[in-house]
């Protein structure tokens, strides 16, 4: 047993809950520090990516974050377009906070039409343009974007251009598994979702109210 087992060991109740609170002291004087230091504000472009799944799912949760708080959203669905969700039933009732495009027509072994494909991403990748040009709205959420970069229907390049001359406030959401790596190294907020586990291997079909 180490010197810090033992001593950990022969303290008493009282001791203990004493030297935590010296040690979360320690930690609030270094995190207030670092805090101190964070100044700036910007509209951040957010990449949810992954083979796992919760991309759309953390999105969402931005998304209805940002509504309570007051803020605008315009949401953009790239492939899922035929998909009756539950979130959208909820946010088309939302009001004049939310501007709602379900653009897409299905993955594309729905489809198996690749000029159809094409011509629906270009479409909703100007819907999402205006809507990120569009100063009543605080957020844009581009769902399934990074499908849409993946088979190059929407150049990545093109994207990150417009980007860069995005307003300065505007927050812009990103899902999608298999994002390019240039978006990534442009982004200001990457999270990779991980399977670890999945349902679907063993044979449970998409259910409501988990998957859509």
């Not at 594309?108 to 999402?128: G, K, L, P």
């Not at 240039?182 to 679907?200: C, G, N, R, S, Y």
Request: hydrophobic share 40%.
């Amino acid at each position: 047993m180490s010197k810090k087992s033992k001593s950990l060991a022969s303290m008493n109740e009282v001791e203990f809950n004493q030297r935590h609170t010296k040690k979360m002291k320690r930690k609030k004087a270094i995190h207030d520090q670092i805090i101190a230091t964070k100044t700036r504000k910007k509209g951040l472009v957010i990449v949810h990516t992954g083979k796992g799944k919760g991309k759309s799912t953390a999105a969402f949760g931005m998304v209805f974050r940002a509504l309570g708080n007051g803020m605008k959203v315009g949401i953009v669905q790239f492939i899922k377009g035929k998909w009756n969700s539950g979130e959208r039933l909820i946010l088309e009732n939302w009001g004049g906070q939310v501007t709602m495009a379900a653009m897409g027509e299905g993955f594309t072994w729905e489809t198996q039409d690749r000029i159809r494909d094409i011509t629906s991403a270009c479409q909703s990748w100007e819907q999402a343009k205006a809507m990120i040009m569009d100063e009543d709205i605080d957020l844009v959420l581009c769902d399934e974007l990074n499908i849409v970069l993946r088979y190059d229907y929407v150049q990545v390049d093109e994207v990150i251009e417009f980007l860069k001359s995005k307003p300065e406030m505007k927050h812009v959401i990103i899902t999608g598994r298999n994002a390019k790596d240039q978006l990534i190294e442009f982004a200001d907020l990457v999270t990779e979702m991980t399977m670890v586990k999945h349902p679907f291997r063993d044979g449970v079909k998409a259910q409501i109210g988990i998957e859509f």
